[in-house]
């Protein structure tokens, strides 16, 4: 089971509004009549989704369609924060599986990526990340 907690937000233009008046009432009736859509921690999709070394950046609103979407091909992908220091003497030997899939022509097969989770976030019950490196 996927222990990931959902999250929802009240902006504090939305609490401030006075005109308002109610928000907090509104936001909690919309929660439990499930009006609400929970939000995703995200960065902004890269310009350049593929480094030099072929390994795919993921984010938050791209995880779904670039992973769990896809049925022809299968996903190795490094879930990390850049001050670990075991991620980041694990990118080393990430960066040389990518290079190796590439140069045996396993990427028609297989998709190398990662994803900075102090900065993404996915909701998904096949997927729970709790540690790093994972």
């Known amino acids: ?18 005109n308002e008046g109610n928000a907090m009432t509104n936001f909690l009736s919309d929660y439990f ?11 902004p999709t ?10 795919q950046v993921l984010t938050g609103s791209t995880f779904e369609e670039l992973v769990m979407s896809k049925t022809n091909k299968h996903t190795l992908i490094q879930f990390y924060a850049p001050h670990c220091g075991h991620c ?14 590439h140069d045996f022509n396993w990427d028609s097969v297989v998709d190398i990526m990662m994803m900075d989770v102090t900065k993404n976030e996915i909701f998904h019950q096949m997927v729970d990340v709790r540690y790093v490196p994972s």
Not at 46 to 55: E, H, K, Y
């Open 1 to 18: 089971s996927n222990s990931t907690m959902m999250r929802y937000y009240l902006s504090s233009d939305e609490l401030m509004n006075r």
């Open 33 to 43: 009549n499930g009006r609400l859509v929970h939000q995703i921690k995200s960065e």
């Open 46 to 55: 890269p310009t350049t989704q593929v480094l030099s070394s072929g390994i």
């Open 88 to 101: 980041k003497r694990f990118n080393i030997i990430w960066k040389e599986l990518a290079e190796l899939v």
